[in-house]
């Protein structure tokens, strides 16, 4: 397990943070494909919070995207590096996500965010900040929509509907199960919206949520206990 610190020149204030959101929201690339579903391997990544502790965990779990088999696992654990603020998560996981990233004994291939990119207020979710500073491509999946306005996708499996910010698509609704609550994918860095759509199929063969999701939340909730004694 990785112990990481916060960065001394990390953002302290709403303002410092979202100043760093709008300045490095030009770099995210848009214009890639991203890797073909089924193809190489797929990394999820998801972060644990004790905030009576001040203790902060993250695990990163490596997948063989065609049989979807571990190839590999990190954990890390940290201080909470910035207050609870809607819109600003990001700063709250970044330092144990680049952290756990850099433990894997491997390249992550893509990398599945239990959270949003484009689906933010500034365009700038944690799966955008962490593909740019990164440069691996990165997508979003979110259990709700955030602020966005959707109407409710066809019942079968695959069926996706826009999520809106008035007229602007920034993500899909798309129905992983039949006739089951849809997840929320948007595009982080150097991936389609369409592609994010087929690898987020890809990875949820028999839940509503992706794998890489699922085996990511019960890693870093173990080392979460672990480091907090629990």
């Not at 190839?71 to 970044?94: C, D, K, N, Q």
């Not at 089951?180 to 839940?207: D, Y």
Request: a negative charge; one cysteine or more.
């Amino acid at each position: 397990m990785t112990i990481v610190g916060i960065p001394a020149d990390w953002p302290e204030t709403e303002e410092q943070a979202r100043a760093v959101q709008d300045g490095l929201r030009a770099r995210v690339v848009l214009d890639e494909p991203g890797p073909p579903p089924g193809a190489g391997r797929v990394t999820g990544v998801d972060v644990a919070y004790d905030d009576e502790r001040d203790v902060v965990a993250a695990a990163a779990v490596v997948l063989d995207a065609g049989s979807l088999d571990v190839v590999a696992e990190a954990t890390a654990v940290g201080r909470i590096s910035f207050p609870y603020v809607p819109g600003l998560l990001a700063f709250r996981e970044l330092p144990t996500v680049l952290a756990v990233l850099d433990a894997l004994p491997c390249p992550p291939g893509l990398v599945v965010c239990d959270g949003y990119g484009l689906a933010h207020p500034r365009r700038f979710g944690l799966a955008s900040h962490l593909g740019v500073l990164t440069g691996l491509p990165t997508i979003g999946v979110a259990k709700n929509p955030f602020t966005f306005t959707y109407d409710d996708p066809d019942t079968p499996r695959g069926s996706t509907a826009p999520l809106l910010a008035g007229g602007e698509e920034v993500g899909r609704a798309l129905r992983t199960r039949d006739a089951v609550k849809p997840v929320f994918v948007s595009v982080g860095h150097r991936v389609s919206l369409a592609n994010a759509c087929a690898h987020t199929l890809a990875l949820t063969p028999a839940h509503r949520l992706p794998e890489t999701t699922r085996r990511a939340d019960a890693l870093c909730r173990r080392a979460l206990r672990e480091a907090a004694g629990v």
